[in-house]
C-alpha cells in the first residue's frame, strides 16, 4: 500500500462525506437564514423559534434524501472492497 493509494481513499472519502453532508446543511442554512429575517423583521429573539423549524426541516430533508444517501455510501464501500486486492498487491 503505497502513500498514494491512501491519499487517494481519504481524499474520495471526503467528497463522499461532503456530497452526503450537504443536504442536511444547505437545508439547515437556508431555514436558519429564513428563520433569522423572520426574527430581525418581527424583533422576536426566541431560541426556539429558530432551533425548531431547523429540526423539523433537516427532518424532512433526511426522508426526502436518505436512500440517495445510503445509496451513495453503498456504492462507496463496495468500491473499497473492490480496492482491496490492488492495495494488498495481489492484483
Request: a negative charge.
Given at each position: 500500500?503505497?502513500?498514494?493509494?491512501?491519499?487517494?481513499?481519504?481524499?474520495?472519502?471526503?467528497?463522499?462525506g461532503a456530497k452526503?453532508?450537504?443536504?442536511?446543511?444547505?437545508?439547515?442554512?437556508?431555514?436558519?437564514?429564513?428563520?433569522?429575517?423572520?426574527?430581525?423583521?418581527?424583533?422576536?429573539?426566541?431560541?426556539?423559534?429558530?432551533?425548531?423549524?431547523?429540526?423539523?426541516?433537516?427532518?424532512?430533508?433526511?426522508?426526502?434524501?436518505?436512500?440517495?444517501m445510503i445509496s451513495?455510501?453503498?456504492?462507496?464501500?463496495?468500491?473499497?472492497?473492490?480496492?482491496?486486492?490492488?492495495?494488498?498487491?495481489?492484483?
Open positions: 500500500m503505497n502513500p498514494e493509494s491512501v491519499i487517494d481513499i481519504g481524499q474520495a472519502a471526503l467528497i463522499v452526503l453532508c450537504a443536504p442536511l446543511l444547505i437545508t439547515a442554512l437556508v431555514v436558519g437564514f429564513a428563520i433569522s429575517l423572520l426574527q430581525s423583521i418581527t424583533q422576536i429573539q426566541e431560541m426556539t423559534i429558530s432551533f425548531v423549524p431547523k429540526l423539523i426541516a433537516v427532518g424532512i430533508a433526511l426522508l426526502v434524501c436518505g436512500h440517495w451513495e455510501l453503498i456504492a462507496f464501500t463496495h468500491e473499497l472492497f473492490a480496492r482491496i486486492p490492488a492495495l494488498l498487491g495481489g492484483g
